[in-house]
C-alpha cells in the first residue's frame, strides 16, 4: 500500500476510535447526578414548568387565615398566597399566569411525582421530608405555641413539664405534633386530627385540654375562632437553626435553584419582612415555655 494511503487510513482510524471511546465514557459526575437548574435557565417567565407560560402552585383546602383569606388562595391576600405571587413575580410570571391547585398537607411533601411546580402550605423544612421531596429556602421563621380554653388546667401551664399530664392534640405529619411527643412527652397519647378544624373543634368540645399549632395560626384561633382560648406561650426552637417553612418543589425538580433564588431575593430586599408585618402582625412575642 503506498505511503499516502496508509497514513490517510491511519487518521481515519484513530478518528473513529475517538469517537467510540468518547460515545462510551461515563458522563460526568454532575451531569448524571442531575444538572442544578443554571442562571440561563432561570430566565424570567421561560422555565420548565408543569403547564407551559404558566406556575403552578399548591396548597391545602381550606386554606386557613392568617396564611391565605376568605378561603381563596388566588386572591393574593394572606401571608403565603402573597409571597407565592411575590416569588411567581420574581420569576417572571404575572398574576394572570399562576394557576392553583389544591394539594391535601401530607400529599405536599409524600414521596412520588408532583403536578404543582411547587407548594406553599405551613410545610416545615427537615431532613426527613427532604428524601423525598425538595425544598426552597426558608421563607417564615416559626414557633410552635400552645392553645387552651382559659377554663382549662392546660391554661396555668408556664412550663413543658406543666403540660406532660394535660390531653393534647395537634395535626398529624407536622412539627406542631413533632414538639409534643418529642419535647413535651405527655403522660397521655396524644389525640391526632387529619385537620386543624378537627383539632380546633376538639378544643371546643372539651375533648382536649390543649392543641399545638404555629404560633401565628394560635393567634388566629384565639381571636376569630375560638375566642374563649388563650395562647398559653411558644416552645423554643430546638438548638441550632431556626425551624422554617419553606416551599416544597418535586424532588427532582429543575426549577429548586430558580425558585430558592428567587426566596433569597425577596428576604434580602425586604419584601418577606414587609408581607410578614402586614399579614402576621398578630403574632407578637408569647410567653416562652422552657
Not at 500500500?1 to 490517510?8: D, G, I, Q, S, V
Not at 420548565?48 to 406556575?55: E, H, Q, R, Y
Not at 416551599?247 to 425586604?270: F, H, I, N, Y
Request: glycine share 6%.
Amino acid at each position: 500500500m503506498p505511503l499516502a494511503h496508509r497514513a490517510t487510513r491511519l487518521a481515519v482510524c484513530s478518528a473513529v476510535v475517538l469517537v467510540a471511546v468518547a460515545a462510551c465514557a461515563p458522563e460526568p459526575d454532575e451531569k448524571a447526578a442531575g444538572k442544578p437548574a443554571t442562571a440561563a435557565s432561570c430566565s424570567p417567565g421561560k422555565l420548565s414548568t408543569v403547564a407551559s407560560g404558566k406556575l403552578t402552585v399548591g396548597t391545602d383546602k381550606p386554606a386557613y387565615a392568617p396564611w391565605f383569606q376568605d378561603d381563596d388562595p388566588s386572591n393574593g391576600k394572606g401571608f403565603e398566597s402573597a409571597v407565592a405571587y411575590a416569588v411567581a413575580k420574581r420569576l417572571g410570571y404575572d398574576k394572570g399566569q399562576v394557576t392553583w391547585q389544591t394539594v391535601p398537607f401530607n400529599s405536599s411533601f409524600a414521596p412520588g411525582a408532583k403536578k404543582f411546580d411547587f407548594d406553599i402550605n405551613q410545610v416545615s423544612i427537615s431532613d426527613a421530608r427532604k428524601k423525598a421531596v425538595a425544598f426552597s429556602s426558608g421563607y417564615y421563621d416559626v414557633r410552635q405555641a400552645v392553645v387552651a380554653l382559659k377554663s382549662s388546667k392546660a391554661a396555668k401551664a408556664r412550663t413543658v413539664a406543666d403540660l406532660k399530664d394535660v390531653k393534647l392534640g395537634a395535626q398529624v405529619g407536622t412539627t406542631s405534633l413533632d414538639f409534643v411527643n418529642d419535647l413535651v412527652k405527655p403522660s397521655q397519647k396524644p389525640a391526632v386530627y387529619q385537620k386543624n378544624d378537627f383539632a380546633k373543634s376538639a378544643l371546643k368540645n372539651g375533648q382536649v385540654d390543649a392543641i399545638v399549632v404555629d404560633l401565628p395560626t394560635a393567634f388566629y384561633i384565639t381571636g376569630a375562632e375560638v375566642t374563649d382560648a388563650e395562647v398559653v406561650g411558644q416552645f423554643e426552637n430546638s438548638a441550632g437553626s431556626p425551624e422554617q417553612f419553606g416551599l416544597v418543589l418535586d424532588k427532582e425538580s429543575e426549577l429548586t435553584s430558580c425558585v430558592t433564588g428567587a426566596v433569597d431575593a425577596l428576604r434580602k430586599d425586604g419584601t418577606l419582612a414587609s408581607l410578614e408585618k402586614k399579614w402576621l402582625s398578630d403574632a407578637v412575642d408569647a410567653p416562652v415555655l422552657k
